[in-house]
């Protein structure tokens, strides 16, 4: 009975393989796939044609702007004595601020 039993797992166990070798041949052909689809979108001569129908082309010019990094603006508290107090509080939460 036991042999019954073992043979049965073994031949449910080779099905499951053979099920996830299948798959796995399956997601790998549709990698290859997509792998070529990737390659044939990013290609030069396409979007050098996809450039041209939207107008698109070399610059004549080359410039290099800098930004400075924008700066907060300090705002004055409207209550001072308020502001005070909540610093004799919290100071921890005052210096962090700072």
Request: proline letters at 4%; a positive charge; zero cysteines.
């Amino acid at each position: 009975m036991s042999y019954v039993l073992l043979m049965s797992s073994l031949t449910g166990l080779s099905y499951a393989v053979s099920k996830a070798r299948a798959q796995r041949e399956a997601l790998q052909e549709e990698t290859m796939r997509l792998d070529d689809r990737i390659a044939a979108l990013r290609s030069e001569d396409r979007l050098s044609e996809l450039a041209a129908r939207l107008g698109m082309r070399e610059p004549e010019q080359f410039a290099i702007v800098r930004i400075e990094s924008a700066r907060a603006a300090r705002v004055a508290p409207r209550f001072p004595l308020l502001s005070s107090l909540a610093g004799f509080f919290a100071p921890a939460l005052t210096h962090r601020q700072q």
